[in-house]
């Protein structure tokens, strides 16, 4: 019995290591830029390629009250979701979206391919802020 509760306990062991390294493993890499507009500007346009396991992070500071659009244009299984400051999602796995903004500070746009994609896709992010 207690060699059966041993071999038991191994298993479990095991097969929770695993479980944890596939959830590591799905989480893949990110790579993060900031967003600056060119003085004068309200939009900037930013080009990328993701594939599966990997996302683009964008970053950009914006004031409460202003107004962002936020555009995606790509062929397949390409969305992105948009965080506000406090960690609230404002938008998800979505091609466009546009609304007034609830607080100031840093915004982070996710850029990310559609998890059954096999292949890369490239993709041209707008982003506009009044």
């Not at 060699?3 to 990110?30: D, E, H, N, P, W």
């Not at 003085?39 to 683009?56: F, I, L, W, Y």
């Not at 007034?100 to 996710?110: A, C, F, K, M, V």
Request: hydrophobic share 40%; proline share 2%; aromatic share 6%.
């Amino acid at each position: 019995m207690r060699r059966l509760c041993q071999c038991t306990l191994i298993s479990c062991s095991v097969i929770l290591v695993l479980f944890a390294g596939a959830a590591i493993a799905q989480k893949g890499t990110s790579i993060v830029t900031r967003i600056r507009f060119a003085r004068g500007r309200t939009t900037a346009v930013e080009s990328g390629t993701v594939h599966r396991g990997m996302s683009h992070d964008y970053l950009l500071r914006a004031s409460r009250g202003q107004s962002m659009t936020v555009h995606l244009a790509a062929r397949g299984g390409v969305a992105f979701n948009l965080i506000s400051p406090a960690g609230d999602s404002l938008a998800d796995y979505s091609k466009d979206w546009t609304g007034e903004l609830p607080q100031s500070g840093d915004y982070r746009i996710n850029v990310l391919p559609d998890t059954t994609t096999e292949r890369s896709i490239s993709y041209t992010l707008e982003v506009t802020v009044r």
